[in-house]
């Protein structure tokens, strides 16, 4: 199978947990509401963490398109690691709304730990599906660039420990569990828009 | 990375966007509903929300496609950018529940409030993600007619104080400010009806 | 703009508003239903239901292909008429719940009027799509078979009226409207199916 | 019409039908509970459920691939054969929601009854689609390799006697029938791990 199938349907789920993420910020305002504009304003980290997982979706868009660039082709294993990858970002929707609704109260501890563990399924197999293509050069492209491919390697390897160290503070402050996810999308953000116009996509 | 794959994605959050606002009509009329004829006419508000919110996210995807047409590559900037426009668009059947829902009651001023900051915030992504690509010819094709590319930063340019204006009316009228959001939705159909055949696409 | 762009925002809300019908399915089943097994049997018409609009959907998405083979570009217009289109067909989910829900109480003329309604809104759109660009072979393909161009026009210039004269009966005996609805699904398939593997696509 | 825009609707419906899965698992966990981290510990059948079903729907995206490789060009009713497979694809959140909820009540007959049927049909559709285009060579490419042919009918055709067998054991013990359902799934997934880096695709 060529990689260009492999892209329409994975930018399909993409696209769809994303857009889905608007959901849960409609859940939180029902429409027998007493006083519209002060629950409006009350429900501001549903606000917060739309903006967090939609970017972290389109951060890892950008990054799933950056692996494709360098494989030639796909074979039936690398599909099935794609289909556990997609499993994973299908599911932010559903931490993201128990964070947005519990950040506040006593459940903000298994909300936050909810959303880590779920990063760090995703980063975990994010770095198994790029280790299956690149090891060997598996599926790599003829005219892969080894500096790339290394590099790529270098900057998936750490993910899954950064967010596994950000969701076991979440058992001693839920709370700066919670930061320290938005501060790493907007970490990648920033890494993206300083180095960005320059990097190889 | 080429446009294509961006093209894929944003389609897919316009798409999805634009479906899903079937879900706020949908959650206005109950199973156990009493007089379902009178309750479906009653709604017309969300019939009417949904119509302008449809084609308002439709001819924001026909202008994003206008932006595309005019640009050669994406880099990683420019899709932070992209993801930030949808992010604004994937927003917007929130707001417009909102709206249909509250237009007659006490709550239609923090309605109104709510739909014209997304669509203030959308106009604005929409500019800036323009004038990233279009700055110093940063992104555009080789061939991209200067006269076309100067005529979009004109055409865009107004679309976030034009939002705001009618957005600011709400403190005083929230009625006026939302027949307004539809005046304008109308408008952009009226000016691609008349001078959309001849136009360059 | 090529018809390429159209197609892939097109078949993006075609396949959204046909998977989200499911949803009208799952809200029949409440979590905390007594019998289960009698709740699945007793909510059949909303299997029919669901049934037939993917199955009208899916017939439309054909049609809309056909018509686009013939076309060589899109205009601004163009593009208008296909969002009003593919607004009436987002649209479908909606009508398609109620019918499901009331066809057997007495919110079943509502029901069906609501649906036939839509139904015939998307035919008139459908014609109008059609009309706009094949009228003075506007936006045709140089090659376009006067043939299959006429015989569009003469195939899809009924559906408005046998979706109103559906639509109609309702008035006297909504069961019966329904019935039609499925009828005309079901003859939308048999035509395929006998005349499919022959006919020009 | 050539299998491209096939693939794009398909594509999309197999994308959507995996990601609404996630509004299953939300459904479980409602606003007001009161201690968050035990009804998330709780409802761990909605996550297996969720794991079951969407790697069953990206296995079966795979055969769908693996099936359109090998077809010249779809006529009407090849994809009306391809809307009614896709038509039982979008039903499967539905059951996967009734399985996650009732697999430990009184429920789960019906719910594992509901499911294996959806996988019956499934396999059904999927079976009559492939036949249809490889009967008689009907719509395959003039390469397409007698081996590669024969060797889809071989793997498709005990499909549905698997998952009829597996649904009537629902009647003896719904929870060895769902046991099998993801036995089932496990299988392809280590078929297709273990034979896949060599399989052509």
Redesign the interface.
Known sequence: ?TTA?L???A?????????????N?????S?D?H???AR?AHVWPSYLA??VS??TI??M??NH?TIL?QIER????F??AN??L??CI??V??PT??VA??VRS??A???A??YGFTMVATAIMFSLTWLYASGGK?LLRQDAHPTIVSGITRSYLPGPWIYLGATLIAFASPTTSVVLFMAIAVFY?AE??I???S?P?
Do not use: K
């Open positions: 199978m199938r892209e329409t349907f930018d399909g789920v993409f696209a769809i947990a994303a857009t889905l993420l608007i959901l910020v409609d859940a939180q305002v429409e509401v006083d519209l504009g409006v739309y903006a939609f970017v389109g951060i868009w950008i398109h660039a796909a074979d039936r294993r599909l099935l289909i556990g997609l499993m299908a599911f929707p559903f709304r128990l609704e519990h006593a459940g501890e298994a909300a730990l909810t598996r953000v993206s828009s180095f960005g116009s990097a996509n």
